[in-house]
């Protein structure tokens, strides 16, 4: 089945036409016949005998791009003058940068800001060390930490062609909760090294968010960092991918008229992402869950399972079910795909109980493509931009921290995520609940803020705020 054409392959062209009527028609028709979607018209110049026009294009791959660029080459009474690739185009220079918060626009300024009164600020922090919370940069910055070994869809491409997705993500920081994130890649994949370098860089930082780190090493880098630090540690792969799942799920079985202590699940993935689901649907109160990797189902005794597949498998599989993924999904009421394209078929959703509700969410490419299992019924969400019900990170991980820096949260609780989730939640009123609709836009601003008061009350409910 073809892809949809989307932004990410979005090509721009200068184009010069013939002014006279049709040229323009030829031109859509030429791009459509090849499966170009037209996006935008923008640019326009008219001349006396022709006009330039620039033309945005979505496209579905590098290739395609090739094959829409020669569609409108050969099109009749048509010049191409220039193209480029948009998402090539949007990275240029990276897409962050350092401003300045204040003006020095004379003697005076220079002399508070830098020396000599910036001394008084340091000797105010050497004194009390808290101050450096108030008085510096650490009250609003968050450093992202990768090694690059799990990004995105990619795996482990290294740190510096990790640099654009923590970019990225300092990017979705800043626009939608005013947090200054700052994207740190680390040239190594031992935990020690990773934890012994972000401990070192901490005091400049109000927060560690960790990403794109591999299993199992994230868990004890997450977990040895939460000891030594005292700001908050955040593994987004990990639990921002929770919550947000929490969040659809609470939703969705409201429609599905089910509850969570009645639910079997089936998750298709058990590294970062799906253990961290399965602990907070624990928390939930979902009773039974089954993981599978590429062996198969995670149970008790089963031999060569690390650490977290280790605890896994003693927390969850109450019934140690054995076999592949397809003999584990029968019956079953929500499956979750952290792992990889084309994993499940259609039979296999048919299979499931009575209105299932399945969370597609490997990127780009899900686990099933939802159009293909419409006529199932239930809920269907996936990490995509161009389907409905996209469970992406970026409703969670700003507030979160928004919520953690404003409280002055020393970590980040199970209570906090479960507020978080519980407010992204709540952003869809109950009225505007449909199968296509269980999780806010990611354009939504009013979540981060949702989130961000729920986690900071949770932080002060759970009593981890800084005296």
Same mark, same amino acid.
């Given at each position: 089945?073809?892809?949809?054409?989307?932004?990410?392959? !979005?090509?721009?062209?200068?184009?010069?036409?013939?002014?006279?009527?049709?040229?323009?028609?030829?031109?859509?028709?030429?791009?459509?016949?090849?499966?170009?979607?037209?996006?935008?018209?923008?640019?326009?110049?008219?001349?006396?005998?022709?006009?330039?026009?620039?033309?945005?294009?979505?496209? +579905?791959?590098?290739?395609?791009?090739?094959?829409?660029?020669?569609?409108?080459?050969?099109?009749?009474?048509?010049?191409?003058?220039?193209?480029?690739?948009?998402?090539?185009?949007?990275?240029?220079?990276?897409?962050?940068?350092?401003? !300045?918060?204040?003006?020095?626009?004379? #003697? #005076?300024?220079?002399?508070?800001?830098?020396?000599?009164?910036?001394?008084?600020?340091?000797?105010?922090?050497?004194?009390?060390?808290?101050?450096?919370?108030?008085?510096?940069?650490?009250?609003? +910055?968050?450093?992202?930490?990768?090694?690059?070994?799990?990004? /995105?869809?990619?795996?482990?491409?290294?740190?510096?062609?990790?640099?654009?997705?923590?970019?990225? %993500?300092?990017?979705?920081?800043?626009?939608?909760?005013?947090?200054?994130?700052?994207?740190?890649?680390?040239?190594?994949?031992?935990?020690?090294?990773?934890?012994?370098?972000?401990?070192?860089?901490?005091?400049?930082?109000?927060?560690?968010? /960790?990403?794109?780190?591999?299993?199992?090493?994230?868990?004890?880098?997450?977990?040895?960092?939460?000891?030594?630090?005292?700001?908050?540690?955040?593994?987004?792969?990990?639990?921002?991918?929770?919550?947000?799942?929490?969040?659809?799920?609470?939703?969705?079985?409201?429609?599905?008229?089910? %509850?969570?202590?009645?639910?079997?699940?089936?998750?298709?993935?058990?590294?970062?992402?799906?253990?961290?689901? !399965?602990?907070?649907?624990?928390?939930?109160?979902?009773?039974? @869950?089954?993981?599978?990797?590429?062996?198969?189902?995670?149970?008790?005794?089963?031999?060569?399972?690390?650490?977290?597949?280790?605890?896994?498998?003693?927390?969850?599989?109450?019934?140690?079910?054995?076999?592949?993924?397809?003999?584990?999904?029968?019956?079953?009421? /929500?499956?979750?795909?952290?792992?990889?394209?084309?994993?499940? !078929?259609?039979?296999?959703?048919?299979?499931?109980?009575?209105?299932?509700?399945?969370?597609?969410?490997?990127?780009?490419?899900?686990? @099933?493509?939802?159009?293909?299992?419409?006529?199932?019924?239930?809920?269907?969400?996936?990490?995509?931009?161009?389907?409905?019900?996209?469970?992406?990170?970026?409703?969670?991980?700003?507030?979160?921290?928004?919520?953690?820096?404003?409280?002055?949260?020393?970590?980040? +609780?199970?209570?906090?995520?479960?507020?978080?989730?519980?407010?992204?939640?709540?952003?869809?009123?109950?009225?505007?609940?449909?199968?296509?609709?269980?999780?806010?836009?990611?354009?939504?601003?009013?979540?981060?803020?949702?989130?961000?008061?729920? #986690?900071?009350?949770?932080?002060?409910?759970?009593?981890?705020?800084?005296?």
């Amino acid at each position: 089945m073809a892809d949809t054409p989307t932004a990410a392959f !979005s090509v721009r062209l200068r184009v010069r036409l013939d002014n006279q009527p049709g040229a323009l028609g030829r031109l859509a028709a030429a791009i459509g016949a090849v499966g170009g979607n037209i996006a935008a018209l923008e640019g326009f110049e008219a001349k006396k005998s022709f006009l330039d026009e620039d033309i945005v294009v979505d496209c +579905t791959s590098e290739d395609h791009q090739q094959q829409v660029l020669e569609a409108a080459r050969s099109c009749d009474g048509i010049e191409v003058l220039e193209w480029d690739d948009r998402t090539f185009t949007l990275h240029d220079g990276g897409k962050t940068e350092v401003v !300045s918060r204040i003006a020095v626009r004379d #003697a #005076a300024d220079l002399s508070m800001a830098y020396t000599p009164g910036v001394a008084r600020v340091c000797k105010a922090i050497e004194a009390d060390p808290a101050k450096v919370h108030e008085l510096t940069i650490k009250k609003n +910055t968050v450093a992202i930490v990768s090694d690059g070994t799990a990004v /995105l869809g990619l795996g482990d491409i290294g740190p510096e062609a990790a640099m654009p997705v923590m970019e990225g %993500k300092a990017l979705l920081f800043k626009e939608f909760a005013g947090v200054d994130g700052f994207p740190i890649c680390l040239d190594t994949n031992s935990a020690d090294e990773i934890v012994e370098a972000v401990q070192r860089i901490a005091p400049t930082f109000g927060g560690i968010n /960790l990403e794109d780190i591999a299993a199992p090493v994230c868990f004890e880098v997450e977990d040895r960092l939460k000891e030594l630090l005292d700001i908050p540690v955040f593994h987004d792969d990990q639990h921002g991918t929770a919550v947000v799942v929490l969040a659809a799920l609470v939703n969705s079985l409201k429609l599905v008229d089910k %509850k969570m202590e009645d639910l079997k699940v089936v998750i298709a993935g058990v590294g970062a992402a799906g253990v961290a689901i !399965s602990k907070i649907l624990m928390e939930a109160g979902v009773p039974w @869950i089954v993981g599978c990797d590429r062996q198969g189902a995670v149970y008790q005794g089963r031999g060569g399972l690390n650490v977290a597949k280790e605890w896994f498998a003693e927390h969850t599989n109450p019934d140690n079910v054995t076999g592949s993924l397809a003999e584990c999904m029968p019956g079953t009421d /929500l499956f979750i795909g952290v792992s990889g394209p084309g994993l499940i !078929s259609v039979a296999d959703v048919e299979g499931m109980a009575k209105d299932p509700i399945v969370f597609a969410l490997a990127n780009p490419d899900p686990e @099933i493509r939802p159009e293909v299992i419409q006529h199932v019924g239930g809920v269907v969400a996936t990490g995509r931009s161009d389907f409905p019900n996209q469970i992406n990170n970026v409703l969670c991980f700003p507030g979160i921290f928004r919520g953690a820096l404003d409280a002055g949260a020393t970590t980040i +609780t199970e209570g906090m995520k479960l507020a978080a989730a519980e407010a992204i939640a709540m952003a869809v009123p109950d009225a505007e609940l449909a199968p296509d609709f269980v999780i806010p836009s990611v354009f939504d601003r009013s979540v981060a803020p949702l989130v961000a008061a729920a #986690a900071a009350e949770a932080a002060v409910r759970d009593g981890v705020v800084r005296g």
